[in-house]
């Protein structure tokens, strides 16, 4: 039910938040099996929360009270509630949550994980912290081209031109993605030529790489 209403958008989050509450764990917590099942609601809280933020406003306080809620339990954060609370975080630009879920997946051992890795970097670099994002760059022990990308991507959105460039120059194999991505970069701060080479120099293009040369 907390799942379902979670989906219906910010108004649906209001009322799956009195539903949540009204099966609170502090209520149940002699009742083993009770407990679990409020526990497993509690992940679903969360997860959908993150899912229902993708252009809504997901509640006041954001993640706030969820994750203060799990950490009161003690509760084991799954894959799938790290994935969409660092989506939420990224959307919505919330660096304080997307630091606490860092946090998380440090202690629970998922920092390892490329995938996580790659929205880490997406996040921190949505949130303005381009440095952090290098720092969970240059950790992760294998990287694929997506993660370069976002990588140069997080130095672009934060105006960091040079150290976008010198990501791209580093990388060892490029997609039609990380020319784009530069080609952008340089037509948005009005590096017009810069851009017009990045252009020339594509091994392919497709209809988004005319349309940014265009817009450049």
């Not at 120059?169 to 340089?186: C, F, G, L």
């Amino acid at each position: 039910m907390v799942g379902g209403y979670c989906r219906l958008g910010a108004e649906g989050w209001r009322i799956a938040r009195i539903v949540y509450w009204v099966a609170s764990p502090q209520e149940l917590r002699w009742k083993t099996e009770s407990a679990s099942r409020s526990l497993a609601r509690g992940r679903i809280y969360v997860r959908d929360c993150g899912s229902a933020s993708l252009g809504e406003e997901c509640g006041p306080e954001g993640l706030k009270e969820p994750l203060d809620w799990m950490d009161r339990m003690d509760m084991r954060v799954d894959f799938d509630t790290c994935v969409s609370v660092l989506r939420y975080c990224s959307n919505t630009k919330s660096l304080c949550d997307g630091k606490r879920a860092h946090a998380q997946i440090i202690s629970i051992g998922y920092d390892g994980d490329r995938f996580l890795s790659n929205l880490l970097v997406q996040m921190y670099g949505s949130c303005g912290c381009p440095e952090d994002a290098r720092g969970v760059f240059d950790r992760m022990r294998r990287r694929n081209v997506f993660s370069w990308n976002i990588m140069i991507q997080a130095y672009a959105d934060n105006g960091r031109v040079e150290d976008a460039r010198t990501v791209f120059d580093k990388m060892p194999e490029r997609d039609i993605v990380s020319w784009t991505a530069v080609m952008n970069m340089y037509g948005k701060c009005g590096r017009v030529d810069d851009a017009r080479n990045a252009f020339n120099n594509m091994p392919q293009r497709d209809i988004i790489s005319w349309n940014t040369m265009i817009a450049a």
